[in-house]
């Protein structure tokens, strides 16, 4: 059973930063793509950042271009999202999510994704 805990939310000013962690256990995550996506109230759960496991390919929203960043520990199963000059529409909860299709692509769709994190809240002050 996947299993992906998230850590690292908390209440930022506008201009900070913070780090998410995904700690991710129950499978060989080799053939996965691992991604970060945010809901904010009233609105959809939208992309945010995706990596292959195997290999590093990226895919980043556009919205978070250059002020976020995806990585992944693969000897500690973590995935990180570095999120740098935060405005306060990035409030939002973030989930880490897993997509274990095994395929070239990187989606940026929350259907291609079968596990999901409880999320983390992230609240960036004005």
């Known amino acids: 059973q996947v299993q992906l805990v998230e850590s690292g939310g908390g209440l930022v000013q506008a201009g900070g930063s913070l780090r998410l962690s995904c700690a991710a256990s129950g499978r060989t995550f080799s053939s996965y793509v691992m991604g970060w996506f945010r809901q904010a109230p009233g609105k959809e759960r939208e992309f945010v950042a995706a990596?292959?496991?195997?290999?590093?390919?990226?895919s980043i929203a556009d919205s978070v271009k250059g002020r976020f960043t995806i990585s992944r520990d693969t000897a500690k199963n973590t995935l990180y999202l570095q999120m740098n000059s935060l405005k306060p529409e990035d409030t939002a909860v973030y989930y880490c999510?897993?997509?274990?299709?095994?395929?070239?692509?990187?989606?940026?769709?929350?259907?291609?994704?079968?596990?999901w994190g409880q999320g983390t809240q992230v609240t960036v002050s004005s």
């Open positions: 999510a897993a997509d274990r299709s095994g395929g070239v692509v990187v989606h940026t769709t929350r259907w291609a994704y079968e596990y």
């Open positions: 990596i292959r496991w195997s290999g590093g390919r990226t």
